[in-house]
């Protein structure tokens, strides 16, 4: 009969006793069994344990680089809002400037104009936000555009001097736009009524600026504009027009500059408070007197 059981005598190398130990075959294979099985799983978790210790440093890496990158992306975002800004101001600083030199008409004046500040600027366009280097390209296109209206604006005015002296391109004075051009609600009626021109308010006794170079035609005082100047620009047939001032500092047929001192702020005629009101004329005609200034 087949031996089922296996001896296991162990013998010490000094004095000792002698050991003996049996054990059945089922039990060996049951004990070889359970300990490859054992051997089996905890290989394959170490395994585990090790790609999975790669895949989260793997993953740490790029949760970094991806955090790293947000922060880049928002950035680009930043400039790219920031070169709109720039370009939408160089597409009105341009459009004023293609006006004066009769380029481009002034857009016609539809609703009711804003008030006060830069409210009658026009709408500035909003890029979609799509991807960013559509954008990009957007953005360049425009600039590449706006730069070469430049060109030709700078060859026609350097043509053009004693045109361009003569053409109103500054501020009267420095205050903010208390009343735009076109219809607006009468400040003193509450009735629907065109305005000529743009309302300037600041402290009165400021100084008021003729907006180009050119001969008073007229000094004069009446219930609605108060004390007003006339100046004519004779070789561009512009006339300009400066109401409610506190004081004349010109006197009619004097020639006057660009940025010379012509009167003083004040309140005189249909005024609620201390403010020039300005107008710009072509040849007769009502013209936006925004599009005549480039320096605000």
Known sequence: MQNKYISLIIIPHKKGKQRS???SKKAIHITAGVTAFVFVVLTLFLID????????????????????????????RESIDSLNAKIHDLEG?????NVMAGFKAEDPIEGEPGVGGNSDMPEQVIIEPQNELSQLDVLGEKADGINRNFDVLNSHFENQKLELAQTPS??????????????????????????????????????????????????????TGGRTIKISHPKT???????HLSKYLVKPGQRVKRGDTIGLIG????????HVHYEVRLDGKSLNPWYYILDN
């Not at 009626?189 to 006794?205: E, N, P």
């Open 237 to 243: 047939g512009f006339v300009t027009v400066y109401c």
């Open 21 to 23: 130990y049996s054990l």
């Open 170 to 223: 500054i501020m009267p004075t420095q205050g903010y736009w208390s009343s735009s051009y076109g219809w607006r609600d009468d400040p003193f009626t509450g009735k629907r009524t065109f305005h000529w021109g743009v309302d300037i308010a600041t402290q009165t006794g400021n100084p008021v600026l003729a907006t180009a170079d050119g001969i008073v035609i007229q000094t004069k005082s009446d219930k």
């Open 267 to 274: 309140a005189t005629g249909r005024a609620r408070g201390p």
């Open 93 to 97: 600083y341009a459009k004023k400037l």
């Open 49 to 76: 344990y090790f790609l999975m210790n790669g895949t989260r440093r793997k993953y740490k890496t790029l949760l970094a680089d991806y955090e790293q990158q947000g922060v880049t992306l928002a950035q680009y």
